[in-house]
């Protein structure tokens, strides 16, 4: 039923009229090539519909909600006094009052939209958790099919709690989708080392040694080693689900080239935003 409300939503934000007075844009680069907006997404990417953007999307990824029945907090770092100074406000709340069924519609008539930005030759990565995972991949198969799927994406982390009662959980997902089979994906290579680290001598095979070992070069798997932004960390911000630079700019190496157009239609801390700017997306 949610599928079937959100496919309604979808139908209805298209042929209605968009209030553009509650889209505010900003422009953050001298060169305008970098565009900020601050709306509801499903009218914004309306907006970007009418305004000639459909299939003209490389890259999309989404870090949405996880329904993980959670509030959440930003923080904003000033100087008060020559004092520093951490203040926190409430980020968003994650499903706290919403039903299953309204959040199946929610994703669903995003999801809508976003495919029709979507170019022919791009990707959407859609990022999330175990709260949620299994209803999004069934989302994803039904708005852009099952041969679309690309691959599931293991993000491993060292980060957060642990409990007594089940193994730690420390890793998300990220599900890759194309609109047809021409999708761009250039796969890096990464380490792969020898067993007992000792150099295998196989005839046609090149090996490497570093302070570790030998390893051979291979294409790159789809589990992902990538720290979180620790509380230390440079990076940090203060948004409490804050993602890492080094995970978003993999995800746009891989997927676009410079001067394609990407898009994260959630935004979260904005990291997205600075991989993208810093790539020169």
Known sequence: NGIRLGIEQAKEVKEADIELSSIHQYDYTAEDSGRLYRADN???????????YSGKIKTIYIDPPFFSKTKYNAGLNIEYKSEKRLIK?????DGIDDSLESYISFMTARLILMR???????????????????YIRL????????????????????????????????????????????????????????RNLKPYKFKGV???????????????KDVWSIDMVGRTSKERNGYATQKPLELLERIIEVSSDEGDLC???????GSFLEASDKLNR
């Open 42 to 52: 499903l009218s914004l990417m309306k907006k970007l519909i009418s305004d000639g």
């Open 139 to 194: 989302l994803l198969d039904e708005i852009f099919g099952d041969k679309r799927f690309i691959n599931e994406i293991i993000w491993k982390y060292k980060s957060g709690g642990s409990s007594k009662k089940r193994f730690s959980r420390k890793h998300d997902s990220i599900f890759i989708y194309s609109k047809t089979d021409r999708y761009k994906l250039s796969i890096p290579k990464e380490k792969s080392y020898n």
């Open 89 to 93: 406000y409430k980020a968003y709340e």
């Open 206 to 220: 090149k090996e490497y040694e570093d302070d570790y070992g030998w390893y051979t070069l291979v294409n790159m």
């Open 116 to 134: 029709e930005l979507l170019s022919d030759d791009g990707t959407i990565w859609v990022h999330i958790d175990w709260h949620s995972s299994h």
């Open 263 to 269: 898009a994260d239609f959630f935004c979260g801390s």
